[in-house]
Nanobody, 122 residues
Framework: QVQLVESGGGLVQAGGSLRLSCVAS????????MGWFRQTPGKEREFVAA????????YYGDFVKGRFTIARDNAKNTVSLQMNVLKPEDTAVYYC???????????????WGQGTQVTVSS
């Protein structure tokens, strides 16, 4: 069973940066696309970014507009999300998951980690 542990969230002022990390256990990490989602209370999880198994291809939600960079380290089973020029509307709990593209990027695993809270103050 794959376990996901997210970290790196915190409180930051608008315009600031944060780097999120996700450590994934299990033997399927290197063969799986990985992604980040975010969720605010009362809303569905929203796709943020995805990276191919090799790390050579990255995909982003429209709202990212060049501010975030997703990367992975297959030797360490980690996927990161560098977030720059943060805005108050980026405030959310951020989660990672294996992903699959079915018309849009969808989480592949039914279970989630605890997520990491990102709060951006204005």
């Amino acid at each position: 069973q794959v376990q996901l542990v997210e970290s790196g969230g915190g409180l930051v002022q608008a315009g600031g940066s944060l780097r999120l990390s996700c450590v994934a256990s299990g033997p399927t990490f290197t063969s799986s696309a990985m992604g980040w989602f975010r969720q605010t209370p009362g809303k569905e999880r929203e796709f943020v970014a995805a990276v191919s198994p090799s790390g050579n291809n990255a995909y982003y939600g429209d709202f990212v507009k060049g501010r975030f960079t997703i990367a992975r380290d297959n030797a360490k089973n980690t996927v990161s999300l560098q977030m720059n020029v943060l805005k108050p509307e980026d405030t959310a709990v951020y989660y990672c998951n294996q992903v699959i593209y079915i018309g849009s990027w969808k989480p592949k695993l039914g279970s989630w980690g605890q997520g990491t809270q990102v709060t951006v103050s204005s």
